[in-house]
């Protein structure tokens, strides 16, 4: 039979191993070593037919971008923010003319598109282009043929999502996603090369 003392608090605990103990030595036991200020736990749950309380809010995904279209070249940027706050930036070099609203759009579906491919299925979306934006909202008409199929593309994407909102920013709160534009400017393409993503 081994036996070991440990000090506990202010107990002292013997081990003694046995085949097996009655259950009403235990309650002697517990109940000869019982605290004066022991207050029993409450088990009362207000709807027994619940099993667990979970915490389940959905926060979404936030997308920020920018296109840029000028005498340095076409671009877009954007930033892809997950509800605990990692960033996942994005920039890219575009390979043919465009305008500036053009270029906006190509930046916004090309998240979106990003978006799609995590399973991200509540997003809000970002930008600084108030005419892009609020053509997406459905609240300006798009006259320009050149932008008629952009927001096609983007509205046959929005199918893919439960819950998504778009959003104008003024251009400094979009520092991100313009910095990332004016990275991708800054880009020597080599078409020869796979160009790989930032």
Known sequence: MARWQILLSKFD??????????????VEFLASRALEDY???????????????AA???YPWK???????NAVGNRIG?????????YYPFTCKLDFDCT????????????????????????EV???????????????????????NYRKVVLGLLE????????????DENQMADALATLASMIKVNKEEEMRPI
């Open 13 to 26: 605990i013997v081990y003694v191993s046995q085949k097996a103990i009655k259950g009403s030595a235990i």
């Open 39 to 53: 207050e029993p736990l409450n088990f009362d749950f207000p709807n027994e037919e619940l099993m667990c309380v």
């Open 56 to 58: 389940t809010e959905d």
């Open 63 to 69: 997308l920020s971008f920018d296109g840029a279209s």
């Open 78 to 86: 954007a930033v892809l923010v997950s509800p605990n706050g990692d």
């Open 100 to 123: 500036n609203n053009m270029a906006e759009y190509e930046a916004c579906i090309m998240r979106l598109r990003a978006t799609i491919e995590r399973r991200i299925r509540t997003l």
């Open 126 to 148: 970002y930008g600084d282009s108030a005419l892009v934006i609020y053509q997406l909202k459905g609240e300006w008409e798009t006259r320009d043929p050149k932008l008629i």
């Open 160 to 171: 893919e999502f439960d819950d998504i909102t778009f959003n104008y920013i003024p251009r």
